[in-house]
T-cell receptor
Framework: EPEVTQTPSHQVTQMGQEVILRCVPI?????FYWYRQILGQKVEFLVS????????KSEIFDDQFSVERPDGSNFTLKIRSTKLEDSAMYFC??????????????FGNGTRLTVT | DAKTTQPNSMESNEEEPVHLPCNHS???????IHWYRQLPSQGPEYVIH???SNVNNRMASLAIAEDRKSSTLILHRATLRDAAVYYC???????????FGTGTRLQVFP
């Protein structure tokens, strides 16, 4: 069964550094998402992306965050200047159609980001 | 966003049915009920969704109360692999996001 893959599985970075988290969504999917989960807390929505545009974003997704689909297969999340509180598991997800028509989201297994 | 209430944890024995309840008394007419689960050290996984009628798929069944103020996810025969956190989520029809709560942690014993 096709799956969403995320790399790296664990990334350690220093506060203030830029970090890029990479995801390869399922190949025929058109909608892409990032969620995060701080250790021991809820899974939180960050952003949804379709047709090379952000379609929805949360309050967490401020100017320090950006997303890109640079080459038609990868979907990336960039954090420009990481803070300690950005430490979390970041999940990429994709779906064949919009969640607005209840298309199931397929999640990757996450990248654990540790900011020191 | 409308809220859901789920028990923090439940236990089951292997091969027994499991009924995972969810209360959503403030549900609106346009909210869809979604269930996802998160196995240890993995990302969330879609289980099932519904609006008004009961739904079945290969993973589970979803029973929705007539007034839609509650629903129950039914695993017909629990396996050890079903041990996970199960999230009941209300999705507004006009949004692209899922709002996860704290879910129910299901333990399955051999």
């Amino acid at each position: 069964e096709p799956e969403v893959t995320q790399t790296p599985s664990h990334q350690v970075t220093q506060m203030g550094q830029e970090v890029i988290l990479r995801c390869v969504p399922i190949s025929n999917h058109l909608y892409f998402y990032w969620y995060r989960q701080i250790l021991g807390q809820k899974v939180e929505f960050l952003v949804s992306f379709y047709n090379n545009e952000i379609s929805e974003k949360s309050e967490i997704f401020d100017d320090q965050f950006s997303v890109e689909r640079p080459d038609g297969s990868n979907f990336t999340l960039k954090i420009r200047s990481t803070k300690l509180e950005d430490s979390a598991m970041y999940f990429c997800a994709s779906s064949e159609a919009s969640l607005r028509v209840n298309s199931p989201l397929h999640f990757g297994n996450g990248t654990r980001l540790t900011v020191t | 966003d409308a809220k859901t209430t789920q028990p923090n944890s439940m236990e089951s024995n292997e091969e027994e049915p499991v009924h995972l309840p969810c209360n959503h008394s403030t549900i609106s007419g346009t909210d869809y009920i979604h269930w996802y689960r998160q196995l240890p050290s993995q990302g969330p996984e879609y289980v099932i969704h519904g609006l008004t009628s009961n739904v079945n798929n290969r993973m589970a069944s979803l029973a929705i109360a007539e007034d839609r103020k509650s629903s129950t996810l039914i695993l017909h025969r629990a396996t050890l692999r079903d041990a996970a956190v199960y999230y009941c989520i209300l999705r507004d029809y006009n949004t692209d996001k899922l709002i996860f709560g704290t879910g129910t942690r299901l333990q399955v014993f051999p």
